[in-house]
């Protein structure tokens, strides 16, 4: 799939037609770039409105063609990252049903959506209104979906870490801990290196240990997790013995309603982060362009044909502003390769010459340059690059 096209128009000389220009620029790329894929961008006659609404639109056309281009790739960045971390075979996406290259080279305005009797000011401030909205949408969303899961990545944390560090509660079972009016269980982090010597000494790190009390829980691949069980008025001298000898001893009180209660916590944040991540992958096909299902209203907002339709406005715009009215040019959207570009750079000029277009030449002294809505190139002939992805 091609990712990125040139949207570009041409203007009409007198006398000619749309499609005799066509068939002339078919001619041409399929003699000369005959790897560069072409299409006419069908736009219909919009409503042009005065001189100066024009210029004071342009002004604005390519800052928001920058902000929903943004919203578009955002929320597909999110569809291919829910996606890996879902398991799903990553799919091509699709608007309306069809690939996003077919629905901008087999591109239908929809007149539904946006009537073209309706100023181009009102259908571009319609369109970046609504992308902004679904934007905020995209930004709750999101930012629900990563507070569960940064609980969730904190808790799993605290379990998957070393013995030294990590949440014992779900290491330790009831029968591992004795508890009574003079007795009591600890827990030891002794080094795999030195089980032997906690095995071999911990009897006599003081006087009221009970011997053989010891019991291995747990090894990691640094530590090893034992219990060991002596006289309550002997844990404070224990641990401080201990520490001499490199053993660390957990600071661990078994309760088993805090285990219920840390186990359903858990359960629920799993549940959560599911539900709201299916729910966040969802949303995010269906105002990209998905159609998941058909209660889905036909006229819903959908960022990657709201797009399409701005660029297709600014085709209009530009067009207007560089060859005036009436309305009379080809407007054509392409895919050149790298070293096919200056070739149809070339062609696209060569069908420009000798017509009526406001159009400034780069000055070799460091002048300024001509074009509309700040492009960076200067082209005799409105032209912009789409990125699809």
């Not at 799939?1 to 570009?8: D, E, K, L, N």
């Not at 077919?102 to 929809?110: A, E, G, K, P």
């Not at 990545?153 to 009016?181: F, M």
């Not at 000798?354 to 001509?370: A, C, H, Q, R, V």
Request: charged letters at 25%; a negative charge; hydrophobic letters at 35%.
């Amino acid at each position: 799939m091609a990712t990125r096209y040139w949207a570009v128009s041409l203007p009409v000389a007198q006398g000619s037609s749309a499609s005799a220009l066509w068939n002339r620029l078919q001619e041409s790329i399929s003699k000369n770039a005959f790897d560069t894929p072409l299409y006419r961008f069908n736009i219909p006659n919009l409503r042009v409105g005065t001189l100066d609404l024009l210029l004071a639109l342009s002004d604005d056309l390519l800052k928001s063609n920058n902000f929903i281009e943004g919203v578009s790739h955002k929320i597909r960045r999110q569809i291919e990252d829910l996606e890996r971390v879902s398991g799903v075979m990553s799919s091509s996406l699709t608007v309306d049903g069809v690939p996003v290259d077919s629905y901008l080279t087999r591109f239908v305005w929809d007149e539904a959506k946006y009537p073209t009797m309706s100023p181009l000011r009102e259908i571009v401030d319609g369109i970046h209104v609504q992308i902004a909205k679904i934007e905020d949408d995209l930004k709750v969303r999101i930012a629900e979906y990563s507070n569960v899961r940064s609980q969730l990545n904190a808790i799993n944390r605290k379990q998957a870490g070393s013995l030294a560090v990590r949440d014992l509660s779900n290491l330790v079972k009831p029968q591992d801990i004795i508890t009574s009016e003079h007795l009591t269980t600890l827990l030891a982090v002794v080094p795999k290196y030195s089980q032997k010597d906690w095995l071999s000494s911990y009897e006599g790190l003081t006087s009221y240990v009970v011997p053989r009390s010891s019991k291995k829980l747990h090894e990691d691949n640094e530590y090893a997790l034992y219990t060991v069980t002596l006289f309550n008025r002997d844990a404070d001298n224990f641990r401080t013995k201990a520490r001499e000898r490199n053993f660390q001893i957990r600071d661990f009180e078994y309760n088993p309603e805090t285990q219920e209660t840390r186990k359903q916590e858990l359960e629920k944040l799993t549940q959560d982060q599911e539900t709201l991540k299916s729910s966040l992958l969802q949303w995010c096909y269906t105002s990209y362009g998905e159609v998941l299902c058909v209660c889905v209203c036909a006229l819903s907002i959908k960022v990657f044909s709201s797009w399409m339709h701005f660029c297709a406005v600014r085709v209009f715009t530009e067009s207007i502003l560089r060859y005036g009215l009436p309305p009379l040019f080809l407007s054509v959207v392409l895919s050149p390769s790298v070293k096919s570009e200056k070739k149809v750079r070339s062609i696209l000029e060569g069908l420009c010459d000798n017509l009526n277009s406001t159009y400034w030449k780069i000055e070799e002294d460091g002048g300024g340059m001509g074009g509309f809505a700040g492009d960076a190139d200067s082209h005799p002939y409105v032209s912009f690059t789409i990125n699809l992805v």
